[in-house]
């Protein structure tokens, strides 16, 4: 458990925080550096303090046989709030007092490069019982321990990964690229502001029925000099964020205590193929096709247009899915449908031959939405994505809605 590098990072409720003050002083963690760098090492050392405080607590639930396993590389810590520097003065620092007990982790050398190490194993840290009774004194026990901590919102609000990988007929995802090779582009500094303005607005908003801990911009590949040009769909952070409710669960949510109301995008990767190609979309509705179940042509037109060429076999779980909601799958093969649509929406000729992938089609829809909710808090409205859809306050749905379109 990594936890100082963690996206759902946690930290003391604003109740709670003369504890940062009482350790800070039990530690003397002010006589640790020069006076003229006192005033920021004090601010830096209080929130690393704040974090490592946090999670040791609600990690081992105050438990001294809970072991936390740590990684002290430098590297982990490049997207995350704790200073490095800070966080190994103040650890070992809480081990001189008697607080904590660490076992340092094994590193060893590669069998093909002697130059290069390989980390086996991390650090791991156990508490003290003197902990324990400082807690206690500070009226946190395993009780309360829910109540007097908080989620923060992440350092940074953008990640990118490289492409996925096929081994063995078994599809791996890409891994996420560093946030300093992010950074070296220079549209990073301008998307992370307007996430970091957008988060905190959020984060003050009072919702009902659902839970926030920020939204994430995921770009969908890494090519150097372009990193923000695939993909980058807004996702909610959490395991159990308000986009893994079902639509049902999803208009019971309360923002500001006031009903909510979803905006759908009409076929939304379809309207954009058309637009890349200068066609228009039909005005109705272009899913409903005579003989087959929307829920098919909807299924058959997104492989389409996510593979850039028609969908001549169902992928397998697509077919069960279709199974599940009661569809003959042995009817509505991939071929017999691909007959039946192409008459009825012609614009998809055009599909063989042109490069528009879902990467290119996902990063146009995700400018789409980040764009209108961008400028709707703006005017002080709450907008809520689901990839190609908003949830907005009922009232403020018409003006929304405009706005989209």
Known sequence: QYFHYKIDQLILNKEYKHIVNDFFTLLELGSLNKRKLQSRFKQDCEKTLDYLLSNLIQITKLNIHQTVFISFRPSTFSDSHCNYRQFIKIVNSMI????????????KTSYFDKKLWIYETASTLRLNKKFLSLCEKLNINYSNIENILEKSLPKYFIKCRKPSKLIRGKKYKGELVSVNTLKSNS?????NLKLNELNSFLNNTSFTNMKFNGLVRMYASHIKGAEFSFGGRLQALGNENYQSLSKIERSKILINNNPVKEIDIKACHLSIFCGCINSKLPSNDPYNIKGVHKDIVKAWVNISLTNSNYCKRWPTKTRKKLIKLGHNMKKFTATKVLEIILPQIPVLKLLEGKEISWKVLQYSES???????????????????????LIVELSNYDESKKLLS
């Open 96 to 107: 001189a007092h008697n607080l904590l007990e660490r076992e340092k982790g094994r590193k």
């Open 367 to 389: 400018e789409l939405i980040f764009r209108t909710i961008y400028q709707l808090f703006k005017r002080n409205i709450v907008a809520l994505p689901v990839h190609d859809s």
């Open 187 to 191: 549209l990073f500094k301008e998307i």
